[in-house]
Nanobody, 111 residues
Framework: QVQLVESGGTSVQPGASLRLSCAASGIIVGHYTISWYRQTLGKEREFVARILDQGSTHYARSVNERFTISRDDVKNTVYLEMTSLKPEDTATYFC?????WGRGTQVTVSS
């Protein structure tokens, strides 16, 4: 059974940095495309970043050069390093891989 568990979400001030984690079980993250999405109340879930099995990465334009997705094959975990956070980054962040969604972790950016 595939499970993805997100963690690391919290409340921060604008300009802060934060790292989210997506710990996987039941799959080897290095064998799949693992993606981060985010969603705010009343809006559709939107793509944030992905890392492919061979290591290539892609980002939404809104987070490019501020967010970095990476993978630790030993810990079987995918990370989303977020810098220069803005209030519009406030959302629940979800991890996705092998047709499975995690339950999300809340990030709030507010002064």
């Amino acid at each position: 059974q595939v499970q993805l568990v997100e963690s690391g979400g919290t409340s921060v001030q604008p300009g802060a940095s934060l790292r989210l984690s997506c710990a996987a079980s039941g799959i080897i993250v290095g064998h799949y495309t693992i993606s981060w999405y985010r969603q705010t109340l009343g809006k559709e879930r939107e793509f944030v970043a992905r890392i492919l099995d061979q290591g290539s990465t892609h980002y939404a334009r809104s987070v490019n050069e501020r967010f970095t997705i990476s993978r630790d094959d030993v810990k079987n975990t995918v990370y989303l390093e977020m810098t220069s956070l803005k209030p519009e980054d406030t959302a629940t962040y979800f991890c996705h891989g092998d047709q499975t969604w995690g339950r999300g972790t809340q990030v709030t950016v507010s002064s």
